[in-house]
C-alpha cells in the first residue's frame, strides 16, 4: 500500500513537472516587457521546482514576488511569498495592500531570493511600505554577508 502511494506521487509530480514544461515554452517565446521597480509585487510564474525550492501554484505555477532591484532590462532580484506567517531571520512578515483584494498579511521567503527574467511576471498585485522593504533588504544582507 505505501509503495502504491509513492508511486502516485511520482506520477503527479511528473506530470506538474510536464506541465510547467509546456507553460515555460509559452513564457519564454513572450516578447512581453513590464517595467518594474523595486518594492513592487507581482505575480510571477516560479514554476515547478525541486527539493526545497519554492514552487508556484495553480495552472499557471505563480507566486508573488518583491522586486528587490532591477539588474538588467531582462533580469531582477526578487523574493517570493507566502501567506504563511513565519518570523525568523530568513523571513519577513508584512502587510500590503493587494490591489483587488485589500490588506494581505504575507511573510517574504529570505532564503528563497533569486534573479528571475521579466518574461516571467504576470501583473503587478501591491507595494511593500518602505519601511518594511528596508527590513526585507537587511534581511538579504545577513543572508548573504560573512557569517
Known sequence: MKKK???????????????????????ESSDRKVGIKPRELFW??????IGSEE???????????????KL????FLGV????????DDYFHTFEYNYESKGIVKSSAMILQVKVFSIKRLMNRI????????????????GLIGPT
Open 5 to 27: 502511494k509513492i508511486n502516485e506521487a511520482k506520477s503527479k509530480m511528473s506530470k506538474r513537472f510536464d506541465e510547467w514544461n509546456e507553460n515555460k515554452k509559452l513564457t
Open 44 to 49: 510571477v510564474k516560479i514554476g515547478q521546482n
Open 55 to 69: 514552487y508556484g501554484k495553480g495552472e499557471n505555477f505563480t507566486r508573488p514576488v518583491i522586486i528587490i532591484r
Open 72 to 75: 538588467t532590462h531582462d533580469l
Open 80 to 87: 517570493p511569498t507566502t501567506t504563511t506567517a513565519k518570523h
Open 126 to 141: 501591491g507595494i511593500v511600505d518602505k519601511e518594511n522593504f528596508k527590513m526585507i533588504q537587511e534581511k538579504i544582507k
